[in-house]
């Protein structure tokens, strides 16, 4: 049977609804006020350490999102914390229509799986958007405010850019979210799920991936070519999570004297990366940091992509009937 009209009819109320529920539950505005709490805590943190740094730098505004307070850097901070704001507000998304019995009067109206499927993540994306844009503007104002040097033009072009990924990144784990909430009728079961998955990939994984990949390829570091194949390898299997690809982009983005994602495994390494007939230590503009990680960022909007479409499709398999 085909059906009539566009798929996507309805998209807009299901968005609007979704996001008036979203900005207005108890639970949202509780992790939005953990996250936004965190950040502006790591942030002050991060102020006390760049009072040692003289006004000259052209990036004084940068250094406070990278300079870390004791252990935790506001990256890092972020990597763990966005993935739990997106999992807290998606693993219900889908289920809980089913448990309360009201998915099949939903889609009784003139309103498309496509377009209720779609509408929810826009609306769980709209409101971590929201969230995280609410965070960003007062790190910013903390910073301007204690720092009194105002930002120059690729400064806030950078910072800009690091909340448009932030979001992407989030955007990864709603969908993943979005997909348990599909596939499991408990949403107790679906947040265990994808809250194990993000403890496996976001903190064991990079401490196996290195153990991995000596055992599949033992090490063999001879010559600089050889160290850059191993660290690459090793790059490789850690860019599994998507927090490996956030980390980079980030660090990238964030510091305008990185030259490639490997320099802070070779400065680690007590190396330097050094490229023909450049200047150690100069920045680069901001369109070629975009380039180096323009890769990492495709494939953070990508796995989301691929998420949603498993669950869309699975979801559209589905029997609804209360």
């Not at 507000?89 to 809980?96: E, I, P, Y």
């Not at 033009?153 to 990864?172: K, N, Q, S």
């Amino acid at each position: 049977m085909q059906r009539e009209g566009s798929p996507w009819r309805g998209l807009g109320v299901v968005t609007q609804k979704e996001l008036s529920d979203h900005l207005s539950s108890a639970r949202m505005l509780v992790i939005q006020l953990l996250v936004v709490v965190t950040g502006v805590v790591i942030v002050l943190v991060s102020l006390q350490q760049i009072r040692d740094i003289t006004a000259e730098d052209p990036f004084l505004l940068l250094r406070v999102f990278t300079r870390s307070g004791e252990q935790l850097s506001f990256v890092f901070v972020m990597t763990l914390l966005v993935p739990l704001l997106a999992i807290g507000l998606g693993f219900d998304l889908v289920n809980s229509e089913h448990n309360q019995r009201t998915l099949s009067r939903i889609l009784s109206q003139p309103i498309y799986r496509d377009a209720l499927l779609f509408g929810k993540f826009l609306a769980g994306l709209a409101t971590i958007a929201i969230s995280l844009t609410a965070m960003w503007m007062v790190v910013i104002g903390l910073a301007l405010s204690a720092l009194g040097v105002p930002p120059n033009g690729e400064e806030l072009a950078r910072a800009a850019l690091m909340l448009v990924v932030t979001i992407a990144y989030a955007g990864v784990w709603l969908a993943l979210a979005m997909l348990f909430s599909v596939l499991f009728r408990s949403p107790a079961t679906a947040a265990l799920c994808a809250l194990g998955l993000w403890l496996f990939v976001s903190i064991l994984w990079p401490l196996l991936s290195g153990h991995l990949v000596n055992v599949l390829f033992p090490p063999s570091a001879t010559t600089a070519d050889a160290l850059l194949n191993s660290l690459s390898m090793h790059q490789a299997f850690r860019r599994l999570s998507p927090g490996a690809l956030f980390a980079e982009i980030v660090t990238v983005l964030l510091d305008p004297a990185m030259r490639s994602t490997q320099q802070s495994q070779l400065a680690a390494m007590g190396l330097a990366l050094v490229e023909p007939g450049s200047i150690p230590g100069a920045p680069l503009p901001l369109l070629e940091s975009v380039l180096i990680i323009w890769p990492q960022m495709v494939g953070l909007i990508g796995g989301s992509i691929v998420l949603f479409v498993i669950g869309y499709v699975v979801f559209q398999r589905q029997e609804v009937r209360a």
